[in-house]
């Protein structure tokens, strides 16, 4: 059975999302989830695992930081905070908080996720044999890779299937000590909307932002794998994963709302990609082009 994830940025969007056929909601907070459409606090999450856990959906809550010495003496109040609301899961790589959990003995299910470290079985079947219930693999994988890794293991692997890729964290204020050092005075904040740019690609955008936890670049395109769900699903890959981190609101909602009924499409043996690709093409806002990112290459052109 398909497993449908998406981001959720609020209560409000977790409640539209759920409605549009999400499977399991995605959401986290500061210090311990990076890379979120918006850190929620402990009220929230639980107002959304509520929420969720009525309609017969679930959630994994970001548990995905590079942890330092003060996240790591804060993070057994939250772990025990989340088993107590009812978290379905959590998704973690630092070994020392993971170290942390077994310790707690918590009845919190975690699902391993490393980023670009994820990227064979045998490193996936490691965690396993340590509690893990599931694994998040990279997104510089193939899907040749992903196929192969997924084979050899019992339990899922997340795909990225919508979304942007993250390719550069830094705990630093980046952008700040730029604005320092050249005397300029502005925003770095998601919503101020600021880009790199390749001087030898003038039409590369890749998206940089300041939070909390740091700077963020991401990929210049949205990942998208309409085209290729037919062939997740045959390679027994049905962990989907909808990144809304650059797009709010509704217009998120909309694309989620596809892809629930492309995946009832591939269930029931009716998908057409090119019409789904097309609808969501109509989506898609204007400066984030779609692609496949490293899915479609040959494992030997990545490497």
């Given at each position: 059975m398909i497993n449908l994830i998406a981001t959720a940025e609020s209560e409000n969007q977790a409640e539209a999302l759920l409605e549009a056929g999400v499977d399991t909601l995605y959401v986290g907070g500061h210090p311990f989830g990076l890379r979120l459409p918006r850190p929620l606090d402990l009220d929230e999450i639980e107002t959304i695992v509520r929420m969720a856990h009525e309609r017969g959906k679930k959630v994994t809550v970001a548990c995905n930081a590079i942890m330092h010495n003060e996240?790591?003496?804060r993070l057994g109040g939250y772990l025990s905070r989340l088993a107590e609301i009812k978290a379905d899961a959590i998704t973690i790589g630092d070994p020392g908080a993971i170290f942390t959990l077994e310790q707690m003995r918590l009845p919190l299910p975690y699902i391993y996720d490393a980023e670009t470290l994820v990227t064979s079985a045998e490193q996936i079947a490691f965690w396993v044999k340590r509690g893990a219930a599931g694994a998040v693999?990279?997104?510089?994988?193939?899907?040749?890779e992903l196929e192969e890794m997924q084979r050899k293991l019992t339990?899922?692997?997340?795909v990225l299937a919508y979304g942007p890729t993250c390719i550069h964290q830094s705990g630093r204020p980046l952008l700040t000590n730029y604005y320092h050092y050249t005397g300029l005075k502005e925003r770095a904040d998601k919503d101020r909307?600021?880009?790199?740019?390749?001087?030898?690609?003038?039409?590369?955008?890749?998206?940089?932002?300041?939070?909390?936890d740091g700077t963020h670049i991401f990929s210049t395109e949205d990942l998208s794998l309409m085209d290729q769900l037919q062939e997740l699903d045959k390679a027994g890959l049905h962990t989907w994963k909808l990144n809304g981190v650059l797009l709010h609101g509704e217009k998120f909602t909309a694309i989620a709302r596809l892809f629930a009924a492309a995946?009832?499409?591939?269930?029931?043996?009716?998908?057409?990609?090119?019409?789904?690709?097309?609808r969501l093409r109509a989506f898609q806002p204007a400066s984030r082009p779609l692609g496949t990112g490293f899915y479609l290459k040959n494992p030997d052109d990545v490497k």
């Open positions: 996240q790591v003496s693999a990279a997104r510089e994988l193939t899907l040749t339990v899922p692997v997340e909307g600021l880009y790199l740019r390749d001087p030898k690609n003038p039409d590369s955008q890749y998206p940089i932002f300041e939070d909390e995946r009832d499409a591939v269930e029931d043996g009716t998908f057409e990609p090119a019409g789904f690709s097309n």
